[in-house]
């Protein structure tokens, strides 16, 4: 065999394997850019659906009336009262009004917290928009988020600490004049 023969051989080889490895590339790419998209969807459709599924079961996430809490001015004056559902566990609190596509104006949620310290709250898969009402240890008002947009998820902090959150329906801190120093108390049923 000529030595020719031999580097034209050897030059065939490389010439081959360059033209197969560069196939697999372009094969590989193809199979990503036609599999990847599916699979993409098909994650956001589970996410989806979850989320349809939640919206759509109202048994579970119907308003149950587990206590009732009054508002009163800083002299102790009697302001309003409202029929409360308890947030007092973690999964409680992350779900909160989520999932909910009403609430009667005189219902809301309150939240308990072990510590008093700054809170944040979103509207994160929230339908209604509400107004959110910081209250310190000492049960006084700190702050008022008022008219929360449904699916917002900017963050709304209490500015000051709190312990404890009211949910109620937007507009609620207005029509009962509910402002900062105001009280609340509340019982359960």
Do not use: C
């Not at 409680?92 to 917290?113: A, H, P, S, V, Y």
């Not at 709250?121 to 928009?129: A, E, S, Y």
Request: aromatic share 8%; no cysteine; proline share 4%.
């Amino acid at each position: 065999m000529s030595k020719n023969k031999v580097q034209l051989s050897k030059n065939q080889k490389r010439k081959n394997l360059f033209i197969q490895t560069g196939a697999a590339v372009v094969v590989l790419a193809l199979a990503a850019y036609l599999i990847l998209p599916n699979l993409l969807s098909k994650k956001e459709e589970t996410s989806n659906n979850a989320l349809d599924q939640a919206m759509n079961n109202k048994t579970v996430y119907s308003f149950t009336k587990q206590g009732e809490l009054t508002f009163s001015d800083a002299k102790g004056n009697f302001i309003t009262n409202i029929d409360i559902e308890i947030a007092d566990t973690p999964e409680k609190r992350e779900t909160g009004l989520m999932f909910r596509d009403k609430m009667e104006q005189n219902q809301g949620m309150l939240f308990l917290f072990s510590t008093e310290e700054p809170q944040a709250f979103w509207m994160h898969n929230t339908v209604l928009p509400l107004d959110i009402i910081y209250v310190n240890s000492k049960m006084e008002v700190v702050h008022i988020a008022k008219n929360a947009k449904p699916y917002d998820d900017t963050s709304l902090p209490s500015v000051k600490p709190a312990q404890y959150v009211v949910e109620v329906n937007a507009g609620f801190s207005d029509k009962y004049g509910i402002k900062n120093g105001d009280k609340i108390v509340w019982r359960t049923e």
